[in-house]
């Protein structure tokens, strides 16, 4: 995944400079177009953004200009799914839920649905998103291999969901515009809203991370 958590999860809110894949960190959780990406090793950090562009790789295209939006080349993965609860998840009562949730979240990724993406974030993060930013933020990204991998909670009450994932993109849509395969970890914040989970923004010291697959 590649807003690239977020996933931010990201999000998380993710989520970040020059890459396609999250735009929240959450990227969010993992959107490396809209958050500032801190290189250390062959490891990178995340901080995750409250929706604003940080990049002009998020500008709009100059009018009359359209996007490129071409898929990984080589075999990827077709579909999210279903995320798997790994041991440190498994005995939380709300494990089920939560990874019904992510189900949603990143098959509405893959699938550059919007509509519902829009719908599993809080009103604060949705006003910070439009469709552009979206489709411009994940216009090449696959995730797969989402794992639940622990649940907390944080001091506001948010439910922290840290997942695992394997993102392919184009290289230019990449943390640093090279890996088309990348390999996630991040925490989604979960509030609870209407008849579920709604992503929540992260804090301030919030950073998700990623590497390239080996």
Do not use: K
Not at 45 to 71: C, R, Y
Not at 112 to 133: F, H, I
């Amino acid at each position: 995944m590649t807003w690239w958590p977020v996933l931010v999860v990201v999000l998380a809110a993710a989520f970040v400079v020059g890459s396609g894949a999250a735009i929240i960190a959450l990227r969010i959780a993992h959107h490396p177009r809209t958050e500032a990406a801190q290189n250390s090793g062959d490891s990178t950090q995340l901080t995750s953004p409250s929706g604003q562009d940080s990049s002009a790789a998020d500008s709009p295209p100059p009018s009359g200009a359209e996007p490129s939006s071409p898929v990984p080349s080589g075999p990827v993965p077709s579909s999210a799914g279903p995320v798997a609860i790994g041991p440190g998840a498994s005995q939380d009562a709300n494990a089920p839920a939560v990874a019904a949730f992510l189900d949603r979240y990143f098959t509405a990724i893959n699938a550059r649905d919007y509509q519902t993406y829009s719908l599993l974030l809080s009103p604060a993060l949705r006003q910070g998103q439009t469709e552009q930013q979206f489709a411009s933020g994940y216009r090449s990204t696959v995730d797969s291999a989402e794992t639940l991998v622990s649940i907390s909670t944080a001091a506001n009450g948010d439910l922290v969901a840290a997942v695992t994932f394997t993102s392919h993109q184009n290289p230019a849509d990449s943390p640093d515009q090279q890996q088309t395969c990348t390999d996630w970890s991040i925490s989604l914040f979960l509030e609870q809203g209407g008849g579920g989970y709604l992503i929540d923004q992260p804090p301030p010291s919030y950073h998700a991370s990623y590497r390239a697959c080996p």
